[in-house]
């Protein structure tokens, strides 16, 4: 089995160092590289393929909210999940709407960062235990009554919280990119949020998921 060419970025080195002891003896990755900014990351990944990314938030240099949709533009084919100590929701949700596969805290356990790989790595969004817990508080929107949706939005809401793009969808349900964009669009519209990450969390809150 091919391991999982894997690098940690982390403004701490004892985090860094930390990380490659615990993840040293799983069989499914090799950890091949350790980076305390995004600078030196990004110039490594230009020369070297990476599959999965396990970034902090934090950096000196460039914010990994930022990170994400960079590296995503320019190395799709990579995984990246979060691991933070930063509880705010809305980070939360904007790194997942930036690209990143998955969020978890840095007190997970290793049972949870192996759970979370190994899902990320086949497409889904995945989060450790105590965020879901922070993205599942209700917020004033979604207090008020649960959309109504058709058949068809219901489909396409499964698909965007497995992750899929508009052309994935398009395919599967053999419509057009641009009719599933209006789904997509319509979806955001009833459920009152602002992206694709913040519905996918609304529709799990009101248990349409």
Known sequence: MNKLRTVI???HPIVI????????NEDNLEVIGGFSNGTQLLSYLERNPVDLILLDV???????????????????????LILSN??????IMQTIQNGASGYL?????????????????TGNICYSKEVVEIISRPTKNQ???????????????S???????????????????????????????????KNVAELIAAAHQQQLL
């Open 9 to 11: 970025v982390d403004d």
């Open 105 to 121: 805290l840095k007190n997970s356990s290793l049972d949870e960062l192996r759970q979370c790989i190994a899902s990320a790595v």
């Open 58 to 80: 934090t950096l000196p240099d460039i914010g990994g909210m930022e990170l994400c949709q960079i590296i995503k533009a320019q190395f799709s084919a990579t995984t990246i």
């Open 86 to 91: 930063h509880t705010e929701r809305s980070i």
């Open 159 to 193: 698909f965007l919280a497995e992750g899929k793009t508009s052309q994935n969808i398009a395919q599967e349900l053999f419509l057009s990119p641009l009719t599933v964009d209006t789904h997509r669009r319509n979806l955001i519209q009833k459920f009152e949020v």
């Open 143 to 157: 207090l008020r009554n649960t959309p109504q949706l058709t058949r068809r939005e219901k489909q396409i809401l």
């Open 17 to 24: 160092e930390g990380l490659k002891t615990l993840l040293k």
